[in-house]
């Protein structure tokens, strides 16, 4: 039984790292600076939920193991959601209801993405998908074009999601396992 709390302990600590690169990654400025992303709650939202999409996606192919970690980094995740709407000020009664409705949010959206990067997909189905998610409520008025712009937008976002999630797929198995992935630079 120790044995068991023991590796429990040490996987926590490994999503715990994972779900660290995670956020790190979600909060580059070029996501909100160049290709407009909401800098919001719900767009940082959104950045975290893709980005953990990503992972969770590699993890899915690692067996046991890898179901073990995503689940433990889907509690870190939880977590997190958990202390950041009780710093938002977020009433006790409330923050239940909303952490619930954000990992669902994040299960909806792997489901979307997996749908969408699947080899028989549309080809614009992965860019409809994250204009939906990701900027459907960012509409702003001041711009004649919004939809236009929110397109090319979810096309920018679209290709880093498949040159990412093929950058994951060749990181091997013995480094996803062990938490230690990292995220190619980004450029505009």
């Not at 068991?4 to 580059?28: C, Q």
């Not at 193991?65 to 000020?89: H, N, P, W």
């Amino acid at each position: 039984m120790l044995t068991w709390l023991k590796e429990r302990a040490a996987r926590r600590e490994t999503a715990s790292e994972l779900y660290g690169v995670v956020v790190a990654r979600a909060r580059e400025p070029l996501f909100y600076r160049d290709w407009g992303v909401p800098d919001t709650p719900e767009g940082r939202y959104e950045m975290v939920a893709l980005h953990l999409v990503l992972v969770l996606e590699r993890l899915r192919v690692e067996g046991t193991a890898g179901q073990r970690l995503s689940r433990e980094t889907i509690e870190a995740f939880v977590a997190d959601m958990d202390d950041s709407m009780r710093e938002m000020g977020v009433g006790d009664l409330t923050v239940p209801k909303k952490v619930k409705s954000a990992a669902a949010g994040v299960y909806a959206r792997a489901e979307a993405f997996r749908a969408a990067l699947a080899a028989d997909a549309a080809p614009d189905a992965l860019a409809a998908a994250i204009q939906r998610l990701t900027f459907g409520a960012s509409c702003d008025n001041t711009e004649a074009t919004t939809a236009e712009v929110d397109a090319r937008r979810a096309q920018t976002v679209a290709r880093y999601v498949r040159n990412t999630s093929r950058e994951l797929a060749g990181i091997t198995s013995e480094v996803v396992l062990a938490g230690r992935i990292t995220f190619q630079k980004v450029s505009a």
